[in-house]
């Protein structure tokens, strides 16, 4: 198959020219790409690419992408046939590596998913959420504070990710003295997430990756021990501390929820925050809408920044019967990627799906899993912070004047911002 992947945007795309598996496709520019799954919603079945020979291991096995929404709901919440083992990401984690850190629950199926879920949503008890809200809100106000007072110029490094962190490790009872070391490790542990890798840095930066689980798999393992001996009113000592059922999470579950929650919960927020700043700030009328009445608009507004700039692009799933979907039979092995960002664009679910619309009604996108299972135990989280910190901004929205587009980075796993340019106004309101 030849790619023209210098297209420009107005050049012909046709869907021939379409390559999921070469990863010149995933440097693409975003409205490019987004065409380009228009095109593959329109064929009558599901599409195998295979990645090219001699490709590196990320590019990973042949896989069928399902781009339509109905395919993507219908295969999230059928786990028994689409399992998210041996692995959701691309290249798969190795056995040795889960042997080690500990096996994520995203990559589990069935009852050991499910034990380990309902461990970890006991947790979660009204009066801890009420407790995160309020928190929440006051973290979103400082950061934006300490935001005017420094000025810096890229709002990535600032309020758009400190607000997750700091919200995870205060649930978390995570101390002060390991919050910016940790915040590092993140940063090296989610860098090339969905990346393809070149010349030194492919032997390289796996390595730091892997490294950085480690330390951050140390962190919780100490602070574990320590919240056996001396519980306090955190979720790591919940969660270390046998319930009525005399479940609680090992030293090792712990590591490695804690690994999700930070990789996953830090990057997929900040991304939403960053995209949705940027969209409210391209579309006066849908901020001044917002600012207007917020809080009947709030919750409309979050849905739509996440359906429109998905901050999760795919995960893969594993064939585990013959089963129909789409106009194709899938067989037992075969591999399945789930384009969320395609899913989220579907013109047979949402009208006019390029626009941008915070009063969108009804919004059945997909930013937080098809359903099922696997749905996101963050998605509360993900809105409480964003609702907090956009309640800050949009009242004071004049300080920030001149946004940049933002800066992206080349992968096919997410949406991620590397960095959002801003100058400041004149006065401070």
Not at 231 to 250: H, Q, Y
Not at 301 to 317: C, G, K, N, Y
Request: proline share 7%.
């Amino acid at each position: 198959m030849t790619v023209p992947y210098q297209l420009s945007e107005d050049r012909a795309l046709r869907a021939a020219d379409v390559d999921l598996a070469d990863p010149a496709f995933w440097r693409l520019p975003r409205p490019v790409r987004l065409r380009a799954f228009a095109l593959l919603r329109e064929l009558d079945a599901p599409v195998l690419f295979t990645p090219r020979a001699g490709a590196a291991r990320t590019a990973g096995k042949p896989f069928h992408a399902l781009v339509r929404h109905a395919d993507v709901r219908t295969a999230s919440r059928t786990p028994q046939v689409f399992a998210s083992a041996p692995g959701v990401t691309t290249p798969e984690p190795a056995g040795w590596a889960k042997a080690l850190f500990g096996n994520s629950m995203v990559n589990l199926d069935g009852p050991e998913h499910a034990a380990l879920r309902r461990i970890i949503s006991r947790r979660f008890t009204p009066r801890l959420l009420a407790d995160v809200e309020e928190n929440v809100g006051r973290l979103a106000g400082r950061l934006v504070d300490e935001l005017i007072a420094e000025r810096p110029r890229d709002f990535m490094p600032s309020a758009a990710s400190r607000l997750p962190l700091e919200v995870i490790c205060d649930l978390m009872g995570i101390p002060e003295a390991y919050r910016a070391r940790i915040a590092e490790q993140i940063d090296h542990a989610s860098e090339h997430v969905g990346v393809e890798r070149r010349g030194r840095a492919r032997l390289r930066i796996p390595g730091r990756g892997l490294a950085s689980l480690a330390r951050m798999q140390f962190v919780m393992g100490r602070l574990a021990r320590e919240r056996r001996r001396h519980p306090e009113d955190d979720l790591v000592s919940a969660l270390v501390s046998a319930d009525i059922d005399g479940e609680a999470l090992s030293g090792q579950q712990l590591g490695a929820f804690f690994s999700l929650l930070l990789v996953a919960g830090v990057e997929t927020t900040r991304n939403a925050i960053a995209h949705g700043l940027f969209l409210l700030d391209r579309h006066p009328e849908q901020r001044e809408l917002l600012r207007a009445d917020f809080d009947r608009h709030i919750d409309g507004a979050v849905d739509e920044i996440v359906r429109h700039s998905t901050p999760i692009i795919q995960f893969r799933r594993t064939v585990t019967a013959e089963c129909a979907l789409g106009g194709r039979t899938f067989l037992p092995g075969e591999k399945i990627a789930l384009i969320y960002a395609s899913a989220n664009r579907d013109e047979a679910v949402f009208t006019h799906p390029d626009r941008f619309d915070i009063t969108r009604s009804p919004n059945p996108h997909l930013g937080y899993g098809g359903g099922g299972p696997h749905h996101c135990l963050g998605a509360h989280l993900a809105r409480l912070e964003m609702t907090a910190l956009f309640r800050e901004l949009i009242a004071r929205r004049p300080v920030m004047r001149h946004l940049g587009d933002p800066v992206l980075v080349d992968s096919n796993f997410d949406n991620r911002v590397r960095s959002l340019p801003f100058t400041f106004g004149p006065t401070f309101t």
